[in-house]
């Protein structure tokens, strides 16, 4: 697999990544969810128990390849910066939020759901993430607008998302900007 400009540190840091998430997707095909330890993926990635957990918090987010949400200084700023509506700018960041959720391995979206199908129970870690992420956009709300009213903004924030990452008939999920600003568009118009 191509890692173009990386350096030398972070395509390690990728690869290692990458070599757990497949260890504890292999595992989880071939022993179930349950079957599937921590230490049984870190001994398959070749790496240490800390190591894992230098990289995954838990064993489901090493098998959908996920991490606790985070916004960057340039998510807040651009959400600062804005000369947008609040609604707007809530679901832009709720969606800059939701995608730090994700890591960005190729074609790992199809498998993801794959894996969400076979094992429902998957989804609570999703769904755990999904609410920290509101959180962090709630905070973010106050500290710019203490007025806002910042529970139907993030509802609000949520179903755009939802619908703006409505899997097409074939399956494939836009997870874009453009899909996002088109959401955002639509629902004005509804609204």
């Given amino acids: ?84 509506d609040t609604f707007a700018r809530v679901v832009r960041l709720m969606a800059a939020a939701v995608r730090s959720v994700f890591d960005d391995l190729p074609s790992f979206a199809a498998k993801r759901q794959h894996l969400l199908k076979l094992h429902p129970e998957l989804r609570d870690r999703v769904e755990r993430h999904v609410r920290d992420a509101e959180a962090l956009v709630r905070d973010a709300l106050a500290a710019s607008d203490p007025a806002a009213p910042s529970l139907p903004l993030l509802m609000l924030a949520g179903t755009v998302m939802r619908y703006a990452f409505t899997p097409a008939a074939d399956g494939s999920i836009d997870d874009s900007p453009a899909a996002i600003e088109r959401a955002i568009d639509e629902f004005r118009t509804v609204l």
């Fill in 1 to 84: 697999m191509q890692h173009p400009t990386l350096n030398r540190r972070d395509l390690n840091r990728t690869r290692t990544s990458e070599a757990i998430h497949h260890a504890a997707v292999t595992l989880v095909l071939r022993h179930g969810l349950t079957g599937a330890t921590i230490d049984a993926i870190a001994e398959k990635a070749g790496v240490s128990r800390r190591t894992f957990f230098n990289y995954f918090p838990t064993k489901e987010d090493a098998v959908l390849a996920t991490r606790p949400p985070r916004l960057s200084a340039n998510d807040l700023e651009a959400f600062g910066a804005s000369a947008d």
